[in-house]
């Protein structure tokens, strides 16, 4: 498709939908496999189970993803012929080649169409959504399917020695269909995006002993496994989670009560709190979903506004804005008129 250079197009959320494992792995089962309690849990992360993906039966990233858009496209009422473009957000591939997005294409009936994944960790979502946005007011493409999916607890050690990890994160997927629009008035009003390559050693998953931030002392298993310096994690999150909304928020020239519905990542209830307070938000402004699903990283914003989306919270003409941080490090928000 040849891109219109002298037309500016809108761009509109018509679908969304989720993939989800149905394997729950409550805080409960935890304190068998680990020394902690639920109370714990609940008080640090406000997380009271999460997903996980039976990998006996098949499940894994590009399972989920495909249950996700096709769901997704369901709810849009259009096809898999429909779409011009798959983009999925992800950290966790099956594998390191092909893509996701090429094994969803080729389980949903979409091949021939370009796509490609993109990693940003927990930031993927909320990255490629502005880059998809201007896809589509460019004219290069009519309708695109988007999806944040991960399944990191296969990176996960379940013991004591990884409980800061293991009692955060849960496997997921989450869809949505954006199509171009005549009408310039709905898509992406501001966005802001950053990353902080050298805050990267506060959480990664080290490929080798080298990769580790401690590399002389590195036991064989935390080699592939999720490292995390939570209280690093959190002073960063802290911080830059309010910066970001208020860089967003000057960047449109608007305050934070003009704004509908902030999708948030799911890291933290108490980071989620204190954003909300921190801008004086009603509770029904900052939807909070973390203690179904824990941490599900680029699935995290889509799952909320999903369920927004499924009990009638999001309405037409709303503004809303979906704000994530994670690994890389890296932090954003992108700032839409439906």
Same mark, same amino acid.
């Given at each position: 498709?040849?891109?219109?250079?002298?037309?500016?197009?809108?761009?509109?959320?018509?679908?969304? *939908?989720?993939?989800?494992?149905?394997?729950?792995?409550?805080?409960?089962?935890?304190?068998?496999?680990?020394?902690?309690?639920?109370?714990?849990?609940?008080?640090?992360?406000?997380?009271?189970?999460?997903?996980?993906?039976?990998?006996?039966?098949?499940?894994?990233?590009?399972?989920?993803?495909?249950?996700?858009?096709?769901?997704?496209?369901?709810?849009?009422?259009?096809?898999?012929?429909?779409?011009?473009?798959? $983009?999925?957000?992800?950290? &966790?591939?099956?594998?390191? &080649?092909? &893509?996701?997005?090429?094994?969803?294409?080729?389980?949903?009936?979409?091949?021939?169409?370009?796509?490609?994944?993109?990693?940003?960790?927990?930031?993927?979502? $909320?990255?490629?959504?502005? &880059?998809?946005?201007?896809?589509?007011?460019? *004219?290069?493409?009519?309708?695109?399917?988007?999806?944040?999916?991960?399944?990191?607890?296969?990176?996960?050690?379940?013991?004591?020695?990884?409980?800061?990890?293991?009692?955060?994160?849960?496997?997921?997927?989450?869809?949505?269909?954006?199509?171009?629009?005549?009408?310039?008035?709905?898509?992406?009003?501001?966005?802001?995006?950053?990353?902080? *390559?050298?805050?990267?050693?506060?959480?990664?998953?080290?490929?080798?002993?080298?990769?580790?931030?401690?590399?002389?002392?590195?036991?064989?298993?935390?080699?592939?496994?999720?490292?995390?310096?939570?209280?690093?994690?959190?002073?960063?999150? $802290?911080?830059?989670?309010?910066?970001?909304?208020?860089?967003?928020?000057?960047?449109?020239?608007?305050?934070?009560?003009?704004?509908?519905?902030?999708?948030?990542?799911?890291?933290?209830?108490?980071?989620?709190?204190?954003?909300?307070?921190?801008?004086?938000?009603?509770?029904?402004?900052?939807?909070?979903?973390?203690?179904?699903? *824990?941490?599900?990283?680029?699935?995290?914003?889509?799952?909320?506004?999903?369920?927004?989306?499924?009990?009638?919270?999001?309405?037409?003409?709303?503004? $809303?804005?979906?704000?994530?941080?994670?690994?890389?490090?890296?932090?954003?928000?992108?700032?839409?008129?439906?």
């Amino acid at each position: 498709m040849t891109p219109n250079q002298s037309r500016q197009y809108g761009v509109e959320i018509i679908g969304s *939908g989720n993939g989800l494992p149905s394997r729950r792995l409550t805080n409960a089962d935890l304190v068998k496999m680990m020394d902690t309690s639920e109370e714990w849990i609940i008080q640090r992360t406000g997380i009271e189970e999460r997903r996980l993906c039976d990998w006996d039966s098949g499940e894994k990233t590009s399972v989920l993803a495909a249950q996700a858009l096709q769901t997704a496209i369901d709810d849009a009422g259009i096809t898999p012929a429909d779409i011009d473009l798959i $983009v999925v957000a992800t950290m &966790t591939p099956d594998m390191p &080649t092909p &893509t996701v997005s090429c094994l969803v294409a080729s389980k949903i009936g979409c091949d021939g169409v370009p796509a490609f994944d993109f990693n940003a960790a927990c930031s993927g979502f $909320v990255f490629s959504i502005s &880059t998809v946005h201007e896809l589509l007011k460019g *004219g290069m493409f009519k309708t695109v399917a988007l999806i944040g999916a991960d399944c990191l607890t296969q990176y996960i050690d379940y013991s004591t020695a990884g409980r800061t990890a293991s009692i955060l994160f849960g496997d997921a997927a989450s869809a949505i269909i954006l199509r171009r629009t005549d009408d310039t008035s709905k898509g992406l009003i501001a966005h802001a995006m950053h990353t902080d *390559g050298a805050g990267s050693s506060i959480l990664l998953i080290p490929g080798s002993r080298s990769d580790h931030p401690d590399p002389e002392n590195c036991e064989d298993r935390e080699v592939k496994r999720v490292y995390m310096n939570g209280p690093m994690v959190f002073k960063f999150a $802290v911080k830059k989670f309010p910066e970001v909304i208020q860089e967003t928020l000057d960047l449109a020239g608007l305050e934070a009560d003009d704004v509908d519905h902030y999708i948030c990542h799911q890291a933290n209830a108490r980071i989620l709190e204190a954003a909300r307070k921190r801008f004086g938000l009603h509770e029904d402004k900052l939807r909070i979903n973390i203690n179904k699903y *824990g941490n599900t990283v680029a699935a995290s914003c889509p799952l909320v506004f999903n369920e927004l989306c499924k009990d009638g919270s999001i309405k037409p003409g709303q503004r $809303v804005m979906f704000i994530a941080f994670g690994a890389g490090l890296t932090w954003g928000a992108s700032l839409w008129q439906l």
